[in-house]
Every structure is written in structure tokens, then in C-alpha cells.
């Protein structure tokens, strides 16, 4: 038998057994058997009898009472069957169903349901029964978070890193880093090799005026020719102008006086203390930065911030005990439409049961931020120009 002419009889098959589920009983005004089972039903085993003639697949029969018999001026008989899922069928399976019905996870993944009734049969369903997330008056899907909840969003490992991610998130969106400072700092020569030509000259006259006339224990060798008889070094205007032109054998020569002479040692302690600053700011700003574009990459920057009402532990001052207590906190504003529809689908489908956003993210392992940070400075440049800059804090 040619393919074309047994594809035509089943086709005429399906239809006559479509018209036999459709019309039977019309003669007498009774409700069709297909109606019967579909609005009848009470889960998916009460439609058995039926699926056969849909090929074991809802979204044929969806789409049967949605296209071949709309409503008019309602409501179509297919949205009333996912009403009859969402309303009658055993809770822990009207949301798989439901999107069954409507194309399956196939079909969403790949952009070919209908939005519109899966935002209100699924997705909507999903937003009554979160905390802390809404749909505005645009459709668009906000989420709000509470100050220090972005650390959720890291993961709980080092990934690669010295330092546990999510702890470090803590602290980054929480009160602040904690941070070890680090104190190796390179040597003063070569730190006075790095100033800029006008902190250096700054430098040289800042001595001068500081220990003008004084007497210092200045004993490298270097300063024997204007050593006095008592092997002391005064710190003249002439003996500092012998450090200016600026240039290596200059910046060679301070660096020795300064390194090498007790007098002066708080400026290297201090000088030391700049850089370290510098050095260990930069770094602390490598973590902020990597953190929050880590965040930001993943779900955008916030749209606007408010105040939300929440439960907090406070202390009761007149007991002196801690209480829940309702107060108004900060909060700040995120659209995450796009990333919410697809996990809230994916949830309802694999999971079924409504939690918040949060807890989707971590049920899935999507909070597995965790950026590499070097605990060195990427650029020694950045080091050197806040080092310039904050030397004169310190002298």
C-alpha cells in the first residue's frame, strides 16, 4: 500500500474517532463523552480512555479544545482544561501538567509556547507564593534584596582562591572586608626612586624644614665630606640642596640619609606605611571590583532602591532580650524577568514547590560565584599613583 493512501487512512481514523468523542449524544443535548472525561477529571490516569487518540500527548489535546472549538467572547474550552489542572488535579502535579498542556520544556526551551498563558497558569502562580519578588505594572518581574543578601548568590568554596567565596561576599555587601594587612613593602631606596619629581623635591625641602640646624648621626660614608668634628651631619639649607637636581644620583643619596640615619627614621616607617596603603587598598579593590561584577554579570544592576518592612532580632532594650521585631530595612531593586521565567518554569516542572528566588538559585547550583582575585596587584601602576598621592597623609 502506497505511504500517501495509509497516511490518509489513519488521518480519517483520527477524525472519525475525534467526531465519535465530539458528537456523540448531541442528538440528545448531552455533554460529548470527550467533555465528559477532560472536565470531569481529577488527574491525569482519569483521561486514559482519551489519550489515545491524541498520541498520549497533552498538548494535542490542549490544543484540540483550543484551536478546533474555541469560546467566543471567553475564555477557549483549552484554557477551561488548564483551569480544570490547575484547580482539581493533585497539587504536587497541576504545574507539571499544566506545562505539558502547554508544549512541554522542549517547546518553552526553544521559544514555542504561548507566553501569555503560561505566565498565567505557571509563572504567576509561582510570584503568589514568593517572598520578596512581584510582577510591576509593566509585567516586568522584580526582585527585591535586603542589604548582604547578594553573598547568596556566591558560592560556599574557594574556587581556585585562598578564601571561602561566600564568606568573602559576607563581608564584601555586608560591613566590610576584613582584611589582614600586608606589611612588606619594598626598600626606601626604592621607594624614593618611585616619587614623582614633585613629591621628591617636596620630600627633600620637607627634611630640610623639619630638622633645619639639627644635628643627626648621619654615618655612611657618603656625608664624611660635611661631617663635623663631633662626626654629627647638620641638617643645613645648603647640605639639602645637595640632593636637588633631581636625578638617580640624588634620589641614591637621600634614600641613603634617610635609611641610615636613626633621626630620621620615623619618615621610612611612614614613607613605608603610604605604600603599604596603597598597596593593600589595591588590592582590597581588586575584591570589590571582581565581587561586584561578579554580581552584576550574573543579575544586572539595580533598577532603584526603597524601604520593604521585614522581621529582624533586635534587642529589647527594657528586657534586654533579643525579640523578632517588624522594621523597615533598605532594599534594592532588580528586574530579573528573563532569568526568573526560565527557572521559575524549569522549578515547577522538575520540583514543584514555590520558593524564593533564592532558594531557586541554590537549588539549582547557580550560586557558584566565585571570582579569582590575585592577593597582588594587577597593576603596579595603580599602587604607585595612590602611593603619591597618600604620602603627605603620613609626613
Known sequence: MPFFLFKYLYVMKILNSLTDLVLENSLTREQPYLYKVVFSSNDYEDLKPIMKVFNNDLHQLFKFFDRV????????????????????????????????????????????????????????????????????????????????????????????????????????????????????????????KDLSEENYIKLVRYIGIEFQNEEVDAWREEFDNVREDNGKVIITPSFMNGFLPDDDSSRYSLAVLIGNTPELHDIEIEIGHAYSRAWNEVVQNQYYTAYYNAFEDFLGKPIGDGITNTYKNVMNPTTGREEWKNVKVPVKYFDVTDRARAMIVRHAYEIDSPDDFLGMVQEFDMNTLCPAVDDYPWDDDEVNDLFQDSLWDYL
Open 69 to 192: 472549538v474555541p469560546n467566543v467572547g471567553g475564555p477557549s474550552d483549552g484554557e477551561l482544561f488548564l483551569g480544570r489542572i490547575q484547580y482539581h488535579w493533585p497539587m504536587e502535579e497541576q504545574l507539571r501538567y499544566t506545562i505539558d498542556a502547554l508544549g512541554g520544556m522542549r517547546n518553552w526551551n526553544n521559544g514555542m509556547v504561548d507566553n501569555d498563558l503560561m505566565d498565567e497558569y505557571v509563572i504567576d502562580v509561582y510570584l503568589n507564593d514568593m517572598r520578596y519578588i512581584h510582577k510591576n505594572e509593566d509585567g516586568r518581574i522584580i526582585l527585591e534584596l535586603l542589604p548582604g543578601e547578594e553573598a547568596e548568590f556566591f558560592d560556599g568554596g574557594y574556587g581556585g582562591n585562598s578564601v571561602d567565596c561566600n564568606e568573602v561576599a559576607k563581608q564584601i555587601f555586608g560591613d566590610g572586608l576584613e582584611w589582614e594587612p600586608y606589611d612588606d613593602v619594598d626598600s626606601v631606596e626604592n621607594l624614593i
